[in-house]
């Protein structure tokens, strides 16, 4: 019995190499990433809450803008790990022209979206108590911040859709490589440029954007250049752009596949913006406390973000391939491995929240509800790391209509409501409504676990 546990759920040391050969490289780029977005955001908070504060709402809503990038790349992205694993360079090629058009239209509405409602987006943050400083200050803060920072959107897009293509192909190292070097160039001109050191000028958090701009298309440079000087190893770049034209059969294909997840990451995120806006009406130090331990919470995170892509890569290489008993076996072995990391990162995490709140210059009512917010990330860090790895899982073979009632429908149907009555029918205190919410989603546990386990995913979608 023990034996065949073990045979299911846990791999050989070959195994766990090929695994972390993939996940490393997103490890090590995912956490200097928010290393210094960490840093960044102690910078930022060392100037103070109110800035603190605007700068994390409108952080807060270009997530929304980053995961419909996400969800509008990752339809195609599945069919090129697939295609990639049939050694298909016409298909990939296919897939990446897709991807541009995808990202250009979103980057465009993005940006009309943000430019002629920032104001009134941000502003629905700033109805709670002033408790933290001034509603109007951190409003001015945030659309100073907003105006710079959309001058990265386009270095953004285009680095998504080569990076994630490279990735789907096998190659997480140059990805690594450019996300480091931007980080880098984000850090040191972060530190010029918010304080005004060594003859630069004190902009404050209007430097902070400035100092994200540039590392964007610094990182964008680089892979793309990369890209298109190693064409004998990515073959599939060769006559990448000798047509941006994509087979209308194609575009109906990938679009019906990705269109679910392109509507589940823009209804998710837009859920997970309405919570934060719920959280939001206990006050500012509620916002500062939320964005210390969100900002915090991403650097233990990286480990299950990158399992995720493994799973996506791995597997779905695996099913594009028709080895659909390793792939079955790999995932089980991923999925372990993943809950079992994340509940050794999660007991770190734990003890050590009350730490990371002082350093930040603000309220110690703040800093109370981040540690109080870490604490609780903490205790369900290894469900997260069950539900990340599950949806890859479904998503890897093409159950796109599965993972929007999965992501987005749960959100909506049963987060957003209770968020929302918790919030303004009660006064309970803000990190136990996030708690509530949290263990509502043991149903979704139970049903990832059964379609998981079922072998709904299971399936070859370029054939």
Request: aromatic content about 14%; charged content about 10%; overall charge positive.
């Amino acid at each position: 019995m023990l034996s065949r546990w073990k045979e299911k759920f846990i791999g050989d040391r070959a195994f766990y190499r090929m695994v972390l050969g993939v996940a490393v490289p997103i490890m090590i780029q995912n956490g200097i990433s928010n290393f210094v977005s960490l840093l960044d955001n102690i910078m930022v908070g060392q100037v103070g809450t109110e800035q603190m504060s605007g700068v994390a709402i409108v952080n807060q809503l270009i997530f929304v803008y980053f995961l419909c990038i996400f969800g509008g790349l990752a339809g195609a992205g599945i069919f090129t790990a697939q295609y990639y694993g049939q050694k298909d360079d016409e298909g990939v090629r296919n897939t990446f022209r897709y991807k541009l058009w995808m990202a250009a239209i979103l980057t465009t509405a993005a940006a009309v979206i943000l430019l002629a409602g920032g104001e009134k987006l941000i502003g629905l943050y700033l109805s709670g108590q002033a408790d933290g400083g001034s509603p109007a200050a951190a409003l001015s803060y945030g659309m100073g911040y907003l105006y710079i920072t959309l001058l990265g959107f386009p270095a953004f897009m285009i680095l998504q859709v080569y990076a994630s293509t490279l990735r789907e192909c096998g190659e997480t190292v140059v990805p690594m490589k450019a996300g480091i070097t931007a980080v880098i160039i984000n850090l040191i001109f972060n530190y010029l440029l918010i304080f005004g050191h060594f003859g630069f000028p004190r902009l404050g958090v209007r430097g902070a954007a400035w100092a994200t701009v540039l590392s964007r298309y610094v990182e964008a440079g680089i892979v793309t250049i990369y890209a298109h000087t190693h064409e004998n190893s990515h073959t599939y770049i060769r006559g990448l752009y000798r047509t941006i034209l994509v087979p209308f059969s194609l575009v109906r294909k990938f679009f019906v596949t990705g269109f679910p997840l392109l509507i589940n990451e823009t209804l998710w995120s837009c859920a997970m913006a309405v919570l934060s806006q719920c959280y939001s009406l206990r006050g500012l130090n509620v916002v500062a406390g939320q964005n210390i331990a969100n900002t915090v919470n991403n650097m233990f995170n990286i480990m299950l973000i990158a399992m995720g892509d493994a799973v996506a890569i791995i597997v779905g290489q695996l099913l594009g391939a028709g080895k659909f008993e390793k792939a079955r076996d790999t995932d089980n072995k991923i999925i372990f491995f993943t809950v079992l990391s994340s509940a050794a990162i999660g007991a770190v995490m734990f003890f050590t929240a009350p730490l990371f709140p002082r350093i930040y210059n603000t309220t110690p009512q703040a800093r109370t509800i981040a540690a109080h917010f870490l604490m609780a990330y903490a205790v369900f860090m290894p469900q997260f790391g069950f539900l990340h790895t599950t949806y890859f899982t479904l998503r890897s073979g093409g159950k796109t209509i599965i993972t929007f009632v999965f992501d987005s429908v749960f959100a909506w149907v049963i987060s957003v409501p209770l968020a929302f009555v918790l919030s303004r029918y009660t006064s309970m205190y803000v990190v136990w409504i996030y708690v509530a919410l949290t263990a509502a989603e043991w149903l979704k546990c139970g049903l990832g676990f059964y379609l998981v386990k079922k072998g709904v995913w299971i399936n070859n979608i370029v054939s």
